[in-house]
């Protein structure tokens, strides 16, 4: 595993989250890199990426309600997701833009409960 997501958990409608993600044996500062989510019986989805230049892409479900960053030097990205909805349970994973198929972790699991 090349790239370790958390900070999942459960929380309320409208509740907030910040999801981590480290990434080890890659090479960081020279990657694009994304937050994706898949939730049971859906297709995997891309949530936002940011490239080395920092350049930002989200959903069109976002809607302003999540922000991506990275800190190169931490060889990490961050999720910041506030307003969440039930919708948004999935599991998240971190990994290159675009994907590697070696870089998968386990992901972390977000629940947004009614």
């Known amino acids: 595993v090349q790239l370790q997501a958390s900070g999942g958990g459960l929380v309320n409608i409208g509740g907030s989250l910040r999801l981590s993600c480290i990434a080890s044996?890659?090479?960081?500062?020279?990657?694009?890199m994304a937050w994706y989510r898949q939730a049971p019986d859906e297709e995997l989805e891309l949530v936002a990426s940011?490239?080395?230049?920092?350049?930002?892409k989200y959903g069109d479900f976002v809607k302003g309600r999540f922000t991506i960053s990275r800190d190169n030097a931490k060889k990490s990205i961050f999720l910041q997701m506030n307003n969440l909805k039930p919708e948004d349970t999935a599991v998240y994973y971190c990994?290159?833009?675009?994907?590697?198929?070696?870089?998968w972790g386990q992901g972390t699991q977000v629940t947004v409960s009614s």
């Open positions: 990994n290159t833009d675009p994907w590697a198929f070696g870089n």
């Open positions: 940011i490239d080395i230049n920092g350049r930002i």
């Open positions: 044996r890659v090479t960081f500062s020279n990657d694009g």
